[in-house]
């Protein structure tokens, strides 16, 4: 249950383009409410005795998948949250990101990209349910070779499988065999989705580990009971780590699934994960509204180094786009289609830019400075507030405490 809405505090020194930096990154706790927490059930008993029981903190991670985009990454960091990317989505500065965090001891979760795949292919919509595994390893290999080997074991990669079809996954486990031992030696957590198919799931298990010659690798449960019922996960035996795929929240749906495998492999480790993200869409978009209405007056403060861009907008070649510098031209009065096109080429060919036809009109460049950096680029002002916003408003939903508002930092 959602109660009473957060405020997330966010100091970012950024760059001339708004990007916030990676070591200027902080979220301040305050003794604020953000939310009704519910009573969480424990599960310790039945009408048998169980060998092992399960509550929230049995589980060593519970990771917030769906953030890939780079401000929803970057708050969920703030929070400290355990965080959940595809890899077929992750661009270089989430990349960087993610590297960072692991190397801060933070836990990363990346999924193979399969179950889009297979979804796109039943559409009709690909030609086959198979993921580009290379590319996938590419991610995959990045990321360990940018993470210090002490904080590898919080890297966690879903390996290649194909959903509902556990023959052909067990044919891409023995296709990538090499590759997967490899990051078992180096200490990551590699997840095998494990598929309902016509032996028990125990069986499939028992397979995945023959082919790999190893059990120190994590089973990877579906939480639908469509794709795998509770008694079928029940025959899964000799095991130590297992991940719930596509459930976290916690509750009896979550730790009956669990239970299932805990019972008869007791003291294993358990982790989870769900896109939390697009399950708290609503909590997320409203505290964003409201974050970018109480600070809209500060768009440019922090959006941009005034001094870095004034020299880069008269001087600078090539980097506007033809809109921005008829922007520029439009606001020294130049409206002939002819003298825009000219603005436009001396941009982009001229030694130093801009600066001739400026300096025509405005000698020390004051006019540009006063008025001219914000009426042009505050349309890009505010969209570099509203990203900024976004992580502030995904730390606030899921810090476990609200932070300062009046502490907002949004400029170094």
């Given at each position: 249950?959602?109660?009473?809405?957060?405020?997330?505090?966010?100091?970012?020194?950024?760059?001339?383009?708004?990007?916030?930096?990676?070591?200027?990154?902080?979220?301040?706790?305050?003794?604020?409410?953000?939310?009704?927490?519910?009573?969480?059930?424990?599960?310790?008993?039945?009408?048998?005795?169980?060998?092992?029981?399960?509550?929230?903190?049995?589980?060593?991670?519970?990771?917030?998948?769906?953030?890939?985009?780079?401000?929803?990454?970057?708050?969920?960091?703030?929070?400290?949250?355990?965080?959940?990317?595809?890899?077929?989505?992750?661009?270089?500065?989430?990349?960087?990101?993610?590297?960072?965090?692991?190397?801060?001891?933070?836990?990363?979760?990346?999924?193979?990209?399969?179950?889009?795949?297979?979804?796109?292919?039943?559409?009709?919509?690909?030609?086959?349910?198979?993921?580009?595994?290379?590319?996938?390893?590419?991610?995959?290999?990045?990321?360990?070779?940018?993470?210090?080997?002490?904080?590898?074991?919080?890297?966690?990669?879903?390996?290649?499988?194909?959903?509902?079809?556990?023959?052909?996954?067990?044919?891409?486990?023995?296709?990538?065999?090499?590759?997967?031992?490899?990051y078992v030696g180096a200490n990551v957590s590699i997840i095998i989705p494990l598929q309902k198919g016509l032996t028990?799931?125990?069986?499939?298990?028992?397979?995945?580990?023959?082919?790999?010659?190893?059990?120190?690798?994590?089973?990877?449960?579906?939480?639908?009971?469509?794709?795998?019922?509770?008694?079928?996960?029940?025959?899964?035996?000799?095991?130590?780590?297992?991940?719930?795929?596509?459930?976290?929240?916690?509750?009896?749906?979550?730790?009956?699934?669990?239970?299932?495998?805990?019972?008869?492999?007791?003291?294993?480790?358990?982790?989870?994960?769900?896109?939390?993200?697009?399950?708290?869409?609503?909590?997320?978009?409203?505290?964003?509204?409201?974050?970018?209405?109480?600070?809209?007056?500060?768009?440019?403060?922090?959006?941009?180094?005034?001094?870095?861009?004034?020299?880069?907008?008269?001087?600078?070649?090539?980097?506007?786009?033809?809109?921005?510098?008829?922007?520029?031209?439009?606001?020294?009065?130049?409206?002939?289609?002819?003298?825009?096109?000219?603005?436009?080429?001396?941009?982009?060919?001229?030694?130093?830019?801009?600066?001739?036809?400026?300096?025509?009109?405005?000698?020390?460049?004051?006019?540009?400075?006063?008025?001219?950096?914000?009426?042009?680029?505050?349309?890009?002002?505010?969209?570099?507030?509203?990203?900024?916003?976004?992580?502030?408003?995904?730390?606030?939903?899921?810090?476990?405490?609200?932070?300062?508002?009046?502490?907002?930092?949004?400029?170094?």
């Amino acid at each position: 249950m959602k109660g009473m809405q957060s405020v997330a505090t966010i100091n970012v020194q950024t760059d001339m383009f708004g990007a916030p930096s990676e070591d200027s990154k902080r979220v301040r706790v305050k003794a604020v409410p953000l939310r009704l927490q519910k009573t969480i059930p424990v599960i310790t008993g039945g009408l048998f005795a169980l060998n092992d029981s399960i509550s929230p903190e049995r589980f060593s991670a519970t990771f917030h998948s769906g953030g890939s985009a780079y401000f929803d990454a970057l708050g969920l960091t703030m929070a400290g949250k355990d965080v959940g990317v595809v890899a077929d989505l992750v661009r270089p500065r989430v990349m960087d990101l993610l590297k960072s965090y692991l190397s801060r001891g933070g836990k990363v979760f990346v999924d193979s990209g399969a179950y889009g795949r297979f979804a796109k292919w039943k559409e009709g919509k690909a030609e086959t349910p198979l993921a580009d595994f290379q590319k996938v390893f590419a991610v995959y290999d990045e990321l360990v070779e940018g993470t210090p080997t002490a904080c590898l074991h919080n890297l966690h990669l879903v390996m290649p499988d194909v959903l509902a079809h556990p023959e052909w996954s067990l044919a891409l486990l023995q296709e990538h065999r090499s590759k997967i031992l490899g990051y078992v030696g180096a200490n990551v957590s590699i997840i095998i989705p494990l598929q309902k198919g016509l032996t028990p799931a125990g069986v499939t298990a028992d397979k995945v580990a023959g082919i790999l010659g190893t059990r120190e690798i994590t089973l990877g449960i579906p939480s639908a009971a469509a794709a795998m019922s509770l008694s079928d996960v029940a025959t899964i035996r000799g095991f130590r780590r297992f991940h719930i795929l596509g459930r976290a929240s916690m509750g009896l749906p979550l730790f009956k699934i669990a239970y299932a495998f805990l019972e008869n492999c007791p003291g294993a480790q358990v982790s989870c994960d769900a896109n939390q993200l697009r399950s708290n869409t609503p909590s997320i978009s409203h505290e964003h509204a409201r974050l970018i209405e109480a600070h809209s007056d500060q768009a440019w403060d922090g959006s941009f180094d005034q001094t870095e861009m004034i020299s880069e907008v008269v001087c600078g070649q090539g980097w506007m786009s033809e809109r921005y510098v008829k922007a520029i031209a439009g606001f020294y009065g130049v409206t002939d289609a002819k003298r825009l096109k000219e603005w436009v080429r001396q941009h982009r060919t001229g030694d130093e830019g801009l600066k001739e036809l400026i300096e025509e009109v405005d000698p020390e460049w004051g006019l540009l400075w006063t008025c001219g950096l914000n009426q042009v680029f505050g349309e890009a002002a505010l969209k570099a507030l509203s990203a900024r916003m976004r992580a502030v408003a995904v730390a606030t939903v899921f810090e476990d405490s609200a932070v300062e508002a009046d502490e907002l930092a949004l400029a170094a």
